[in-house]
C-alpha cells in the first residue's frame, strides 16, 4: 500500500501508528485530524467557522433571545470540541445564553432521554442545538413527545434524513452540513497525485503552509431542504 485516507476516532492516541505508518506510505487524515502525527494532508471541516456557522443560525433562529443546550456524543472529541468553540464564540455578547453541553457517549437513547431531563429541569428553555449527526432527530422526538414544537427553536449538524425532513416541515430551524462527498473526491484527488504523479506536498501550491484543505459547509433552511435530501439519496444510490 503506497497512499493511505483514513479519519482517526481517536488521534492522540494513535498518533505513534501513525507516525509508524507514515515511514512506509503516503498519509492523509480525512474529517477527523490528527496533529503532530506526521500525517501529509488532512482534508475536511473548519469545526471552529462551522460552530459560528451553528452560532449565526441559532440568533437567526431566537430574535429575542433566550436559554439553550448544547448537545454531542464526545465532549473531548476534537470536531466537538471546535464546533462547541465557534459555536460559543459567536453567541458571546447576544442576547442567546449557553447553559451546559451534555454529551451522551454515542447513544441515541441516551441523546433522547438528555433532551427529555432538559426540558423538564429548565421549561423556559427555548432552543437545543446538536453538534453531532443523530443529535437533532433526538432533539425533535423530545420537543414532539413534550408538545413544545412551538415554544423550542432546534439547530442541528449534518444531513441526517429526519433532520432534512423536520426542516422542511418547519420543526427544525436549520442545520449546517459538512460535505463528506468532497471530503472522498478530493481525497482520491490527491492521494493520485502523491502516489501516481509523485508530486510532494511541499511544492503543491494549491496546499496552505497549515497542509489543511478545509472543505466549507454549507447551510441548508427550510426552502433548501428536500433539494438537499433528494441530492444526498442520489449519490447514496450511486454506491449500490
Known sequence: VQGVAFSPTQPKEQIDHIRGWAQKAKIMTVDSDAPGSERLLYIGTDNVAAGRECGR?????????GKIMVFVGIKDQLNAVERFAGLKEELEGSNVEVIDLRTDQISEEIARRNAQD?????PDIAGM???WSYNAPQIL???KDAGKLDQVKIVGFDEDPTT???????EIY???CQQPY???YQSIKMLHRLVVKGEKVEDMKDVPESRQIMIPTITVKKDEALSYLYKCNAWKAEMK
Do not use: H, N, R, S
Open 118 to 122: 432538559t426540558l423538564v429541569k429548565y
Open 164 to 170: 432534512l425532513k423536520a426542516i422542511a416541515a418547519g
Open 129 to 131: 442545538v446538536g453538534l
Open 57 to 65: 443560525l441559532v440568533k437567526e433562529a431566537m430574535p429575542d433571545g
Open 182 to 184: 468532497e471530503f472522498g
Open 174 to 176: 436549520a442545520t449546517v
Open 141 to 143: 422526538a423530545a420537543v
